[in-house]
């Protein structure tokens, strides 16, 4: 019997999150080698040395409330790896940035999580070619975590005015 492809993409779906878990040791080794937790490789990865981010925009793109963002700046600050500056012209918006060693962790943490597992390696060339093309056909459909970000704000001004025109 044929699949749909609802059927299809929850199959695929299923491989890609299980293959992902089975997986996580290798992660979890190198982010434990660091003392890091997972959401504090994220935060190494939303963030730059030069593009500064507030933690509005990183609580956004995480999906969560600014005073939990703001923990886990606080735990990567408390180790030098990330710095708070006031944001000219308003100093109530707190700006993020890496600092050198932040930035320099961030390297080793890209080298080291991207290494691809032993499954992967395994596998034939035109197989990885054929899973590289539809893994890239998934990020290319994504939106970037700053046009997620920019989306967020919006709505969330969207949310803030229907609110004030509709309070009694």
Same mark, same amino acid.
């Given at each position: 019997?044929?699949?749909?492809? !609802?059927?299809? %993409?929850?199959?695929?779906? @299923?491989?890609?999150?299980?293959?992902?878990?089975? #997986?996580?040791?290798?992660?979890?080794? &190198?982010?434990?080698?660091?003392?890091?937790?997972?959401?504090?490789?994220?935060?190494?990865?939303?963030?730059?040395? *030069?593009?500064?981010?507030?933690?509005?925009? =990183?609580?956004?793109?995480?999906?969560?409330?600014?005073?939990?963002?703001?923990?886990? &700046?606080?735990?990567?600050? *408390?180790?030098?790896?990330?710095?708070?500056? %006031?944001?000219?012209?308003?100093?109530? &918006?707190?700006?993020? #940035?890496? #600092? @050198?060693?932040?930035?320099? $962790?961030?390297?080793?943490?890209?080298? %080291? $999580?991207?290494?691809?597992?032993?499954?992967? =390696?395994?596998?034939?060339?035109?197989?990885?070619?054929?899973?590289?093309?539809? &893994?890239? *056909?998934?990020?290319? !459909?994504?939106?970037?975590?700053?046009?997620?970000? @920019? %989306?967020?704000?919006?709505?969330?001004?969207?949310? @803030?005015?229907?609110?004030? !025109?509709?309070?009694?």
């Amino acid at each position: 019997m044929a699949r749909n492809k !609802t059927e299809l %993409a929850r199959e695929a779906w @299923r491989c890609l999150f299980d293959f992902i878990i089975d #997986t996580a040791s290798h992660r979890n080794r &190198v982010l434990g080698a660091h003392a890091l937790s997972p959401n504090d490789s994220r935060a190494l990865f939303a963030l730059d040395a *030069k593009n500064p981010r507030t933690m509005g925009s =990183l609580a956004d793109e995480w999906g969560t409330d600014a005073s939990y963002a703001t923990s886990v &700046v606080d735990r990567l600050e *408390k180790r030098g790896l990330a710095m708070r500056s %006031a944001q000219t012209g308003d100093r109530r &918006v707190k700006l993020v #940035t890496l #600092t @050198r060693e932040g930035a320099k $962790l961030k390297q080793h943490l890209a080298r %080291a $999580l991207y290494e691809p597992p032993p499954e992967l =390696l395994a596998m034939n060339t035109a197989d990885l070619e054929a899973l590289h093309a539809s &893994v890239s *056909k998934l990020h290319a !459909t994504r939106p970037s975590a700053e046009q997620r970000t @920019r %989306a967020g704000h919006s709505a969330s001004r969207r949310q @803030r005015s229907s609110s004030e !025109t509709s309070s009694p």
